[in-house]
């Protein structure tokens, strides 16, 4: 191992020896055993989640605001591949949990500051009505709103003192339709609320702003790359948390000039809820049951086994876990690429990952050499109290890229991914490139240069708070429509026979499938 790669191990190895093999040992056993109160984050990628998706967090962005850059933007999601036509119900956040976002100013892996949403449900009928809303809906206050949420946000410091920054404000509803909500950007609006400092809240739903081909996870699309280039996430929905906060409300003692780096996650908590339903086995006690830092590391990085129990611990627990550990050093996608592809693996052991996801990048950290967001910057963080701990961390002294690069600190944009996450940031591609080595060699990989072929989001984002897309309306299936709708459209008013017509049908979906792949 060449000098330039020996601190990063070290911080990692020595890590590990804290609490000794006898312990490590015990403390994955316990996990094994106890896997109920864990579920996971991002999009269904562990096995228990898929009973609790209102505790499913989906993603997680921090990013200097483009349009305010004294100030940070939190966003974090949950209930994946919300279908905006879910009727009659809907998507609601769970009354019955807590919503987090922390921070870690320190280093210590442990929240500095924890924002902590609660929800509250009100019906107005219940009786004698079925529907979510009763007309057309034109505030949040419009009796027509049969189904309402507030919600209070709180914010704990690490003494545990607590306030209360809102109480019942209103949660911006499901888009359930144009008949329904004629202007929905007006409710969108008064859902944003101030908070004292100049702080800004939102709660609601949104348009998922992740992008990806997911058929990623069919063994690479099957080792056929003419397969990519399918948004997977169009025209789904997300229920949303966001935050405005001034850099100096973030930083270690409200100083953000010599103190820039925050590290950033979100958790969900159930009174000690069974994750196979949302609302069964509640044995008192808050237990964590979901956890997003950076993205992907849970689907791409943590082994099948331990990924319920990886989604229970804290980010300072994180270096005990050694499996996890090992598998962030010596990663199996690459192995898969190298398999399905011929690309070849990266030496291991992979201290360059470590930095990215365990310690931040910084000159002293590893082989990675910039300063960019490790707590170490941090000219009061205390060094011997800094451990190896997955967050997604942001360097607040970064300016916002006048011209964002999807590919963020890849191509020389140090606003984006890794340091931190923006909604235009394309996490696949920049991970498909890390775990090949192009952080650590400043080089792409050629062969795996256009990724997914998915390099932006399917609706335009804001240009100010919360800055998500508002939701989509039309059923998925019809998301894309554009000039299929068009041809089914004329195919219904067409004198052709029904047989005949249903054939048309068949053969045009299908072009019109194999065109968008051909020239996504």
Not at 379 to 392: F, N, S, T, Y
């Amino acid at each position: 191992m060449s000098p330039s790669k020996r601190p990063a191990r070290r911080v990692v190895d020595q890590a590990l020896l804290v609490l000794g093999s006898g312990a490590l040992a015990a403390g994955l056993a316990g996990l094994a055993l106890a896997p109920t109160p864990s579920a996971a984050s991002s999009h269904r990628e562990a096995p228990l989640i898929a009973g609790d998706p209102r505790a499913d967090n989906t993603d997680v962005y921090a990013f200097t605001s483009p349009d305010r850059g004294d100030s940070v933007t939190l966003v974090a999601n949950w209930i994946p591949f919300e279908e905006p036509n879910g009727g009659p119900n809907f998507y609601a956040f769970a009354d019955d949990a807590r919503y987090h976002i922390k921070i870690d100013n320190t280093g210590d892996g442990r929240p500095d500051l924890t924002y902590t949403w609660t929800f509250r449900n009100q019906v107005r009928d219940a009786g004698s009505q079925f529907l979510y809303n009763t007309g057309p809906v034109t505030s949040l206050s419009d009796p027509d709103l049969n189904f309402r949420q507030t919600y209070d946000l709180k914010v704990t410091d690490s003494r545990h003192r607590t306030r209360t920054l809102l109480r019942d404000a209103p949660v911006a509803p499901s888009r359930t339709g144009k008949a329904s909500m004629p202007d929905y950007g007006a409710l969108r609006t008064q859902a944003v609320r101030s908070l004292n400092g100049g702080a800004k809240a939102f709660a609601g739903q949104a348009d998922d702003p992740f992008f990806a081909d997911l058929r990623v996870f069919d063994l690479l699309y099957g080792g056929n790359l003419s397969e990519r280039g399918q948004d997977t996430l169009a025209g789904y929905n997300v229920n949303t948390v966001a935050l405005q906060i001034p850099k100096k409300a973030l930083a270690l003692r409200g100083n953000a000039s010599r103190n820039p780096v925050v590290g950033v996650w979100s958790t969900t908590e159930r009174r000690g809820a069974q994750v196979s339903d949302s609302r069964s086995g509640h044995h008192g006690g808050w237990r964590q049951v979901s956890r997003l830092g950076n993205p992907l590391v849970n689907e791409v990085v943590v082994p099948l086994k331990y990924k319920d129990a990886f989604n229970s611990l804290a980010p300072h627990q994180d270096r005990t876990v050694k499996p996890v550990v090992d598998k962030v050093l010596d990663p199996i996608l690459p192995k898969l690429i190298q398999k399905v592809y011929g690309v070849p693996a990266p030496a291991t052991p992979r201290n360059d990952l470590a930095e990215i996801y365990l310690t931040g990048i910084c000159k002293a950290c590893g082989p990675i050499k910039a300063d960019l967001n490790a707590h170490r910057l941090n000219k009061d963080a205390v060094p011997r109290r800094i451990v190896p701990a997955e967050e997604l961390r942001l360097n607040m002294a970064v300016a916002p890229a006048a011209q964002p690069n999807r590919l963020g600190v890849l191509a020389g944009d140090l606003a984006g991914f890794p340091n931190g996450r923006r909604l235009g940031d394309d996490v696949v591609d920049v991970s498909l490139q890390a775990v090949e080595g192009a952080a650590q060699s400043g080089k792409l990989v050629p062969a795996l240069a256009d990724g997914d072929k998915v390099d932006a989001n399917d609706a335009a984002f804001g240009s100010s708070f919360p800055y998500l897309a508002l939701p989509n309306t039309k059923s998925v299936n019809q998301a894309a429509a554009g000039a299929q709708g068009a041809q089914r459209s004329s195919l219904k008013t067409s004198q052709a026979t029904a047989a005949g017509a249903a054939g048309v049908l068949l053969l045009g979906a299908g072009g019109y499938r194999i065109r968008r792949r051909r020239t996504a």
